[in-house]
């Protein structure tokens, strides 16, 4: 998790009180697949990043498919978890509805 820290402390991202959401955002999609996140140390490397990615269709192409399946994958957990709850809490007032 050592190449995402830069983002959590850098001075390049304020996202204000939910600098923490976003960076285990980052995190978790890292974890997905490394080509979903790229870090940078400073912006000497940020403009030889963008000139990279930029200069480069395939590269630009593979990152951005990278992103697109990590944050899919993401938004997935997230709507299942919400569903198992849901599912949950209705199993939950049935039986309390019965048991009444």
């Known amino acids: 998790m050592g190449v995402i820290r830069a983002v959590q402390d850098s001075e390049l991202w304020h996202a204000g009180p939910h600098v923490g959401h976003f960076y285990h955002m980052l995190v978790e999609m890292w974890q997905i697949n490394p080509l979903a996140v790229k870090q940078v140390s400073g912006e000497f490397e940020l403009l030889q990043t963008l000139k990279e990615l930029l200069g480069d269709a395939s590269t630009l192409g593979a990152r951005q498919r990278a992103a697109k399946d990590a944050f899919s994958i ?8 919400v569903w198992d709850l849901v599912c949950r809490l209705g199993i939950d007032s049935q039986t309390n509805t019965l048991s009444s």
């Open 74 to 81: 993401m938004s997935d957990g997230v709507v299942n978890r």
